[in-house]
């Protein structure tokens, strides 16, 4: 019944991240895209394009994530790091020679199933099992815990956007992450008010705590594209998330019920 389970979220995961994908390629990349073309200063984008050493760079600090190299610190959908390597790379590409979306695909699908073995592991061991009727609801607490909390002293940022140092914020990232799954479950899973009022000061500890900022907020990137650009990843996110905890409890009906 478990393994019948966990191929249930697994399939979902899967399924979620192809749907990521096309959510990402419609509303965030180009956003990425168009913000590359403020990097550098005073270097045109065609100056910029033309050296190798942008793809280099360590643009894939965003809060929502970098896909492979960076899914220990971020564990997101949404990655800037994707979007570097135009799509007629030949050489290399992102990841093993492949173009951007070949590479994003690839991230999403591994990062879609992770995050749907991960939930399902959470169900199992709370005694609530991710149903239709509530599938909804589990993905809208996965994005908060993930996305949406972490965002508030992290938001979203485009390459070129000014941020601390990187080990800070992947720091501050997880501690948020786990301290709100873990305030999450206590708000709504355990019952009695002593439950309820930790779960509040779990979720409000690393914000009160605050995250690590940058020194010098110049950027030549527009603010309103940053802007732009939070609204979009956190709105594809959601879009993830919620697709991801209503095709878990199909597929937990479909598959895991028929043991």
């Keep these: 019944m478990i393994v019948r389970y966990l191929l249930a979220a697994l ?27 403020y990097e550098g200063g005073d270097e045109t984008p065609a ?3 033309a050296a190798p050493a942008a793809e280099g760079q360590s643009h ?14 971020y564990l997101s959908p949404v990655s800037v790091a994707h979007a570097h390597a135009g799509e007629d790379h030949e050489d290399g590409g ?35 099992p991710v149903t239709v009727a509530n ?12 996305h949406l909390l972490p965002a508030i002293g992290l938001p979203p940022e485009l390459p070129g956007f000014p941020a601390a140092e990187l080990g800070d914020r992947q720091l501050w990232w997880v501690v948020t992450v786990l301290l709100s ?37 110049s950027s030549d990137v527009p603010a309103v594209l ?8 956190l709105a594809t996110t ?3 998330w919620i697709v991801l905890g209503l095709s878990m409890g199909f597929a937990n009906q479909k598959i895991a019920k028929d043991a």
Aim: proline share 4%; aromatic share 10%; net charge negative.
């Design 135 to 146: 599938g909804a609801l589990w993905g809208a607490a996965g994005w908060l815990a993930v």
């Design 47 to 49: 100056a910029e394009d």
């Design 181 to 217: 799954a873990a305030g999450l479950y206590l708000l709504f899973l355990k019952p009695g008010i002593v439950a309820k009022i930790a779960g509040l000061v779990l979720i409000a500890a690393p914000q009160i705590y605050g995250a690590p900022q940058p020194t010098d907020i």
């Design 11 to 37: 399939v979902a995961g899967l399924f979620s991240g192809v749907f990521m994908t096309l959510a990402q390629e419609a509303r965030v990349v180009p956003l990425i895209l168009h913000a590359e073309e």
């Design 238 to 240: 959601l879009f993830f």
């Design 94 to 128: 992102i990841l093993f020679g492949m173009s951007r979306f070949s590479g994003t695909l690839l991230a999403n699908l591994v990062t879609g199933a992770g995050f749907a073995l991960l939930l399902a592991g959470i169900s199992l061991i709370s005694g609530h």
């Design 226 to 233: 940053g802007a732009e650009f939070a609204v979009a990843a």
């Design 60 to 73: 894939e600090h965003s809060s929502l994530g970098s896909a492979l190299s960076q899914v220990a610190a």
